[in-house]
């Protein structure tokens, strides 16, 4: 391991993932967790953006209470050797003592590179992040299928990298009047090895990460094709339809729709879940969730002890029934029913 003169990184540097001129919103929660974490440590916030299209970011990024903003304007599509040599030559150049980068696929294909290149440690998919009495960043994040909780440390190099899923920080509160030092660089780091020819947009629509209702089918249900009565539900409501793993693993949902450890985390206004369990990896997805409506026969279930609305009983008697009154009521207010 390089060492490292730890007194001489300060301040906590948020990676902040741009695409399509648009700021990802984990960059948001990431910037509210470390000016939290910067209270603490009496040090400054900095976020560095890499991509082309940036002139729109500050004001995306407005009320944060950033210190600077780095702004690295290239042509070259995201891959990850080229903004690894962007991201590295910043935090080469403002030592940061704590680097926060989103759980994204672009974020976990970039953070253990820039750890390598600066022989320092990276705990990935935390869920919460504490400093200790040394100043260091407690890293927690679930181990061991989620059954503890691992407390990391990397006591002895800088920077400390970890990466957050979307979803599990709540985003910064925008009441700073601060306006961050911009500092603009124009970057050419073409990689000849590498060259995207073309970008596609995955298919299968919105992302569950971006919904502010979802409908969770788990393995109470019984056959595939009762999974249209949850969609059915889930469009009425003008949301989308996510499951637990368990459904995911029998192939009918894909990965893409899975919420959990090893899924996706997700934040939504509203949840209602249909014969799902609670185990702790589901859990650990959706902890953030403002409203949990849960629809489970069994009264003894987990999922019941984080429910907001803890619905008891058989989801083919009451699912239907939510339906029909969603059809019947005037207008689409989910708000307003009555379970
Ligand atoms: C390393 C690791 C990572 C994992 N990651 C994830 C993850 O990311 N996401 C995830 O979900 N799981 C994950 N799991 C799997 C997890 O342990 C559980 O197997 C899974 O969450 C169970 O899903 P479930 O709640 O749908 O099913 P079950 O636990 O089987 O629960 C089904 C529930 O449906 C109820 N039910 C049955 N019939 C009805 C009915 N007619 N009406 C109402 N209720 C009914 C039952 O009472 C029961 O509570 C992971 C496991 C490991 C080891």
């Known amino acids: 391991m390089r060492k490292s003169n730890i007194g001489e990184w300060s301040g906590i540097l948020v990676y902040v993932e ?7 919103p984990v960059g948001r929660e990431l910037i509210g967790e470390a000016s939290r974490l910067a209270e603490e440590l009496g ?9 082309s299209g940036l002139d729109d970011i500050p004001s ?7 210190e600077k903003l780095y702004l690295y304007e290239t042509e070259d599509e995201y891959t990850p050797i080229v903004y690894e040599k962007i ?48 100043g260091n960043l407690i890293q927690i994040r679930p181990a061991f299928g989620g059954n503890v909780m ?84 889930s469009e009425l409501l003008g949301g989308k339809l996510a499951s637990s793993r368990a459904l995911v693993e029998k192939g ?16 939504p206004q509203y949840m209602i879940t249909c014969g799902v369990s609670g185990t702790v990896q589901f859990m650990a997805g ?25 619905v008891c009983g058989d989801l083919y008697e009451i699912v239907p029934e939510l339906i029909e009154r969603l059809k019947t009521q005037k207008g689409d207010d989910f708000t307003g029913i009555q379970i």
Not at 288 to 305: G, L, V
């Open 18 to 24: 741009c695409r399509k001129e648009k700021v990802h």
């Open 43 to 51: 040090a400054a916030v900095y976020a560095v953006a890499a991509g």
């Open 60 to 66: 995306q990024l407005a009320g944060c209470p950033l």
């Open 87 to 134: 991201i590295a030559g910043c935090i080469e150049k403002l030592k940061p003592s704590i680097v926060l980068i989103g759980g994204t696929y672009e974020g976990r294909a970039l953070a253990p590179r820039l750890a390598v290149a600066f022989e320092s440690g990276l705990t990935a998919d935390c869920t919460s992040l504490e400093i200790d009495t040394e």
């Open 150 to 233: 691992a407390s990391i440390v990397t006591a002895h190099s800088r920077p400390q990298f970890a990466t957050v899923r979307p979803g599990v920080m709540e985003p910064v509160f925008e009441d700073s009047l601060r306006e961050p030092v911009i500092v603009r660089e124009l970057v050419n780091l073409t990689d000849e090895r590498f060259k995207v020819l073309e970008v596609k947009e995955a298919e299968g629509g919105d992302s569950i990460t971006e919904q502010n209702i979802l409908v969770v089918a788990g393995r109470g249900v019984r056959k595939k094709e009762d999974l249209e009565m949850l969609r059915e539900l």
């Open 252 to 267: 009918w949902m894909s990965p893409q729709e899975q919420i959990g450890l090893s899924g996706n985390a997700v934040s």
């Open 286 to 310: 959706m902890k953030q969730t403002k409203n949990i409506i849960a629809i489970n026969e069994d009264p003894t279930a987990r999922i019941f002890e984080i429910a907001h609305y803890p």
